[in-house]
């Protein structure tokens, strides 16, 4: 019985990841011009334009900006 409750809350707390995720990729226009103008002067580093916006990875920024911007259409 313990069992299902344990994948019940491995469940769960997968669940609250996924959301977490993707209310992290949710900008501000505060942010995206940012990383647009920051964009424009430093190009594709990404560790420089996360760490002047608090609370961003790397990560969130490139793929925001390759989501957003990507020429492979």
């Given amino acids: ?9 491995d469940t769960l707390a997968d669940s609250r990841e996924e959301i977490s995720q993707e209310s992290k990729l949710v900008f501000s226009e505060d ?6 103008r920051m ?8 560790t420089l334009i996360a760490g002047r916006i ?8 490139e ?8 020429t492979s259409q």
């Fill in 54 to 61: 608090p609370g961003r990875t790397a990560e969130e920024i």
């Fill in 31 to 36: 942010e995206e011009a940012l990383i647009t």
């Fill in 39 to 46: 964009f424009n002067l430093v190009g594709e580093r990404w």
């Fill in 63 to 70: 793929k925001y900006w390759t989501t957003r911007y990507s």
């Fill in 1 to 9: 019985m313990a069992d299902s409750s344990h994948s019940s809350d």
